[in-house]
């Protein structure tokens, strides 16, 4: 069973910057796709960014020119730096690997 495990989430003031990292236990790391969602209170979970094995991206128009999603194969790890936060980014942000995995959440809150 792969984990996933992700971590950086906190409490941020309109416009304020965080950046969440998620980590894999997974052997083939190097060779999937990796990718973030998130799930606002009352809502279904969205889509928020994809990386692929060859570093392509892909982004929801929500977090565009905003967000960027990158990834450190020598680590394991998955990152996703979130500039310019607005209040409906406010949600639990959850990374999977495409492939039935999907960590515990970490929850980013942005309010003044």
């Known amino acids: 069973q792969v984990q996933l495990v992700e971590s950086g989430g906190g409490l941020v003031q309109p416009g304020g910057s965080l950046r969440l990292s998620c980590a894999a236990s997974e052997s083939i790391f190097s060779i999937v796709n990796m990718g973030w969602y998130r799930q606002a209170p009352g809502k279904q979970r969205e889509f928020v960014a994809v990386?692929?094995?060859?570093?392509?991206?892909n982004y929801a128009d929500s977090v565009k020119g905003r967000f960027t999603i990158s990834r450190d194969n020598a680590k394991n790890t998955v990152y996703l730096q979130m500039n310019s936060l607005k209040p409906e980014d406010a949600a639990v942000y959850y990374c999977c690997n495409f492939r039935g995995s999907w960590g515990q959440g970490t929850q980013v809150t942005v309010s003044s």
């Open positions: 990386i692929s094995s060859d570093g392509s991206t």
